[in-house]
């Protein structure tokens, strides 16, 4: 069965400090990987995808993420993170199956972003 | 505006009785989903559908009903309530289309209390 690992339950750094937010996932062939965050009371927003093609993807937030197939990591950073970051984000994978895409979450890390 | 219509947003649930829950796209995606959303466990699919007449069980589909007469409507029902199944529930839909997904979009959610 397909899984992704968080590792991290919380993170916490201060208003403009870099970010690097963990995600590994365990399958034989690359899925498709995402990124969402939640901020709290709301659903869950699309930060970057990749399907294929270039390894580093740029999404939106000024936020990114990092194919390492080696490693099977799928990491999000941010140079410069800013209190409005602070939420829930979550790494999220899916591989085809019969012709079906079905995604599988990750625990989810907290961010927290002391001013 | 385009997107996924949860209702109702939050509900109040005597335990044994029956509750649907109502999910709405207007994006016109075949696959649809409903996830549950639990402290420390991230999201956790429970049924899903990849096209209209069609349902699959997700990893945490005993208690839950789904069906799917159509395109944009993909209502979840519990037909008895048990206070385990208070939670906060997702409706997700994405589009499928040459073999690849377009990522996930995601309702507001609904909070269900089951007393």
Known sequence: AQSVTQPDIHITVSEGASLELRCNYSYGATPYLFWYVQSPGQGLQLLLKYFSGDTLVQGIKGFEAEFKRS???????????????????????????????????????????HP | IAGITQAP????LAAGRRMTLRCTQD?????MYWYRQDLGLGLRLIHYSNTAGTTGKGEVPDGYSVSRANTDD????????????????FCASSALAGGEIGGYTFGSGTRLTVV
């Open chain 2, 9 to 12: 947003t939050s509900q109040i």
């Open chain 1, 71 to 113: 490693q099977s990591s799928f990491n999000l950073r941010k140079p410069s993170v800013h209190w409005s970051d602070a939420a829930e984000y979550f790494c999220a994978v899916a591989l085809s199956s019969g012709g079906s895409y079905i995604p599988t979450f990750g625990r989810g890390t907290s961010l927290i972003v």
């Open chain 2, 27 to 31: 994006m016109r995606h075949n696959a």
């Open chain 2, 74 to 89: 993909f209502p979840l029902t519990l037909a008895s309530a048990v206070p385990s199944q208070t939670s906060v529930y």
